[in-house]
Each structure stands twice: as C-alpha cells, then as structure tokens.
C-alpha cells in the first residue's frame, strides 16, 4: 500500500477504539518529532511505555550513585543525562556542589584510561540500560580482565523488555498491541514477543524509527487487532533470532535477575546482574531493591506504564519542565514528559 493511502486510512478509521503502546525511547522521540499522533483518527490512541532506561531507573539507585560520589577516593562515571535524574533527595548534579567526584563521558570505555591514570582513585560506572547497551558493558567487563584494571566497578541496573511488556499485559490499562523496540529487538530477535502475542492474542510489529515506518507499523497493528501475532518490518536490522553473538558475550558476565522498575515494582526475571564469579566488579547493585518517589505529586510512574499521558500529571510544565524535572521522565530526551513538553503534545 502506498503511503498516501497508510495515511488516509489512519486517518479516517473509525472501528472500535484501538490503544497501542511503543516500548522504545527513541520511537517515542520518533513518534513526536514526526508529528504521528495529529495524523491519527480519534479512535487510534498511542501510549508510551517503559521504553526509556533512564525513565526506569529507581531513586535508590540514584541514592547509591550519590553516596559513591560521596565516598573518598571514589568517583562516579556516567553519562550526561542520569546527572539530572532525581533521587530521593538529590540528584547526582547536586552531589558535585558538595563535593562528590563525577565524571561525563560519551562512552564507556573512556573510564579505561580514567583508571589507568588514576590508580589511586575507585571509578564506578552508572551502567544503565536494556539488552542494546549490556552488551557494551559486557565488553567493558572484557577490557577490564584483559588490561587487569583493579580500579573499575559497574553499579548496574540493566533490565529487559519482554518481562516488563507481559507485567503490562497482565496490568488494568487497555492495550491493543504493541510497537515494538527496534533497537532492543536487534539484539533479542523478533521472536523474543512471540510467547505473548500467542498468550495475550496482542499483535507486535518491529519498526524501524523513520515516520514512514511508524506508520507502516500503526495501519499494521490496526490490521492485526485482536491476533496474536509478531510481524517484523524492521528486517533491515532486526532478524527471528536476533544477534547471538551479542546474546553470547552478554551470557558470559550477566544472568538473570529481578529487578525493580520505576512506577513498576519488581518483576521477576527482567534484570541482568552480574555473574557472581565477578562480583568483584560490581559497586552494590545486589541491595538495590526498594523504590521511592521524591514528589508524591509526580505521576512519573504512571506515565510510564501508560495509565496518565504526561499532560494529566498536576505538575506538568507548572512545576516540572526540562530545565526543572520532577521526575525521570522529563530529563531524557527519549523520555514521553519531555516530548510532551517541546512538542506541546495534548
């Protein structure tokens, strides 16, 4: 079908209201750069999920990075963003002005020479992310044997999609399908969502980040409403089975464990921790459990399982702007908040 007529038929559907969830930041930065959600009938409805790592990363996982930052001869490395992420009482921006040690990088392996030239000096790396980065980091942990670097640790929070997606699909929000992440699904293959679509009967379609492709995806997901299907047109990128090579290396250094999500609680098998044969690089991140909100008032939590839009949160652009987040969700740049916001989204 030609893309003149993807965009008429969303346009003019007008069947049994439709909700479809993206679980990938980048699609929901895509999603709103391209302007899809005024191109869609009334009756079509697109929610962001728990897509974005930095969304999802508890306060008392910011709480522990604070405290490290604190510690004498320790410095904490991380990227820009979880700087501005705000704990239980501060954000690690604010460890600095009091005199915390943290380091900005643009990758991990820049922590490598930090070490080398700085023996003296503990460097723990905030390793965030889902199954695109912790590849990445299992690299690191490889580096960090072969060079014999004693000075490295990772403080990990490292989750997984398809565990989170059925805690979704077991909760009270009406979800009609699901876009799925094409860069987490380079990695885990399509058929990692195969066992909840037939479970569910919720249709999955992998899609690339261009608009064209986002809607390809959305008249699919419209057209497979109520099958339990995975239709994968992402195929430049993204095969059934995924990059086993990746899944290796993570396997080596990482198993599964439960992990606690922000607004999410714990769910049983959707983080990768270290294996214990090297816990000796890891900074605490075994007794990171509970989660604590530092706004009552803030609806971080349900904008990422989907129940708010970020517009029905009370602190929304009153209190809570990119240059004074609230919450996770409006400090990074795939977070739905802060798209909610530049977009000026309804």
């Known amino acids: 079908m030609e893309l003149k007529e993807v965009i008429e038929f969303l346009a003019r559907y007008d069947g049994e209201p439709l909700a479809f969830m993206e679980v990938c930041g980048t699609h929901t930065a895509a999603i709103s750069e391209n302007g899809i959600p005024s191109m869609l009938s009334p009756k079509i409805k697109l929610i962001s999920g728990p897509g974005c790592p930095v969304c999802v990363t508890i306060a008392s996982y910011i709480d522990r990075l604070c405290d490290l930052a604190l510690t004498p001869n320790t410095c904490v490395v991380t990227f820009g963003d979880m700087i501005r992420v705000p704990g239980s009482e501060h954000a690690l921006k604010d460890i600095k002005s009091l005199g915390g040690r943290i380091h900005m990088v643009y990758s991990p392996f820049e922590i490598i020479e930090l070490a080398k030239n700085d023996e003296k000096t503990n460097f723990v790396f905030a390793a965030v992310g889902f199954e695109t980065t912790t590849p990445i ?190 919450g996770a969700c409006m400090v990074s740049n795939e977070g739905s908040c802060f798209h909610y916001f530049i977009n000026d989204r309804r």
Do not use: H
């Open 137 to 326: 980091y299992a690299l690191l942990i490889d580096k960090i044997i072969e060079n014999d670097i004693k000075n490295i640790k990772l403080l990990t929070a490292l989750k997984t999609m398809p565990s989170a997606i059925e805690s979704l699909c077991n909760g009270n929000n009406k979800i009609d399908g699901f876009i799925a992440p094409g860069n987490v699904s380079v990695i885990t293959g399509a058929n990692a969502y195969k066992p909840i679509a037939e479970k569910y009967q919720l249709p999955f379609v992998v899609s690339g980040f261009d608009g064209k492709e986002l809607l390809a995806t959305i008249y699919a997901l419209v057209k497979l409403k109520g099958k339990g299907e995975v239709k994968n047109l992402y195929k430049s990128a993204v095969t059934g089975k995924g990059n086993t090579k990746a899944q290796e290396i993570i396997n080596k250094y990482f198993e599964p464990c439960d992990a606690y999500w922000r607004g999410m609680g714990c769910i049983k098998g959707s983080g990768m921790a270290l294996r214990r044969e090297y816990s000796m690089y890891d900074a605490g991140s075994y007794n990171l459990c509970e989660d604590s909100f530092i706004n009552k008032a803030c609806s971080c939590g349900d904008v990422i399982t989907g129940s708010k839009s970020p517009n029905e949160c009370p602190l929304f652009k009153k209190v809570c702007t990119p240059e004074n987040p609230q």
